[in-house]
């Protein structure tokens, strides 16, 4: 298990802490992304969500995914086979 802990390359959306467990139903603050964020035991039972906001990191590097256009799958299959 702690080879495994030092392999975590996920953290807290608050803390910065090394964490990998999704849990509490926290999501991003970002009106448009609502994507589940990753927030440890210690944030989560201070509520420190409730005075800093949750945003997921793809957020805030700025990338604004939900106003680029939706793939065409469809046709992308169809290229495949």
Do not use: H
């Amino acid at each position: 298990e702690e080879e495994l802990n030092k392999d975590v390359e996920s953290y807290c959306c608050l803390c910065k802490k090394p964490w990998a467990m999704y849990r509490g139903q926290f999501k991003c603050a970002e009106p448009l992304c609502k994507v589940p964020v990753i927030v440890c035991f210690e944030c989560a039972d201070a509520k420190v969500n409730l005075t800093k906001p949750t945003y997921c990191p793809l957020c805030i590097e700025g990338y604004e995914l939900r106003q680029l256009a939706v793939p065409n799958v469809v046709e992308l299959k169809r290229k495949l086979f």
